[in-house]
T-cell receptor, first 118, second 116 residues
């Protein structure tokens, strides 16, 4: 069965600190997608990144970076030099491919609430 | 930039009443989804819809729920007789057509449903 675990319920850091949000997933499929979404206090879900299971290259986008390791079934997210605007709930999600090859439904983790204090 | 739009942003309804939540997916997308998030909890999959029929649904999506694509642009979620526990944020999402790899689901802003 598919499952996404975000063990950190809440993290609090001071501005400019680096912070890593952990995500561990379970799936029996060999082809799957991993995602991170940000949910600011306003409530919407903001897409951050998608990774397919064949691409283990780490990715950096500005202050954000992602570390995908199939060996440990982890897809961790690091924010460098955090800012107050990064305060949000961050969700990791897993999707397996459906019969058509495009993504199936998303299985979300419980989210990690990040608070960045000035 | 194309986006998924949901209306209304907030709906308050009395227990037992029917509600319809509306969504306009991105125009060239063919997969549609409803998710819900009870306050403070994780986002949960309800149903996916493709080619005018449900392709997958979760245990949450019981007989009280239905979805429809009435006119080629809207995608609706109906809850027939609302219960207090249906209070949640409901998200609509859409993704590109079958066979297109490397797509992500784009989410709407959500409709906050409050059942009183």
């Amino acid at each position: 069965a598919q499952k996404v675990t975000q063990a950190q319920t809440e993290i609090s850091v001071v501005e400019k600190e680096d912070v890593t949000l952990d995500c561990v997933y379970e799936t029996r499929d060999t082809t799957y997608y991993l995602f991170w979404y940000k949910q600011p206090p306003s409530g919407e879900l903001v897409f951050l990144i998608r990774r397919n299971s064949f691409d283990e290259q780490n990715e950096i986008s500005g202050r954000y970076s992602w570390n995908f390791q199939k060996s440990t079934s982890s897809f961790n997210f690091t924010i460098t030099a955090s800012q107050v605007v990064d305060s949000a709930v961050y969700f990791c999600a897993l999707s397996e491919t459906n019969y058509g090859g495009s993504q199936g439904n998303l299985i979300f983790g419980k989210g990690t609430k990040l608070s960045v204090k000035p | 930039e194309p986006e998924v739009t949901q209306t209304p942003s907030h709906q308050v309804t009395q227990m037992g009443q029917e509600v319809i939540l509306r969504c306009v997916p991105i125009s060239n997308h063919l997969y549609f989804y409803w998710y819900r998030q009870i306050l403070g909890q994780k986002v949960e999959f309800l149903v996916s819809f493709y080619n005018n029929e449900i392709s997958e649904k979760s245990e949450i999506f019981d007989d009280q729920f239905s979805v429809e694509r009435p006119d080629g642009s809207n995608f609706t979620l109906k809850i027939r007789s609302t219960k207090l526990e249906d209070s949640a944020m409901y998200f609509c999402a859409s993704s590109e057509a079958e066979g297109v790899m490397n797509t992500e689901a784009f989410f709407g802003q959500g409709t906050r449903l409050t059942v009183v």
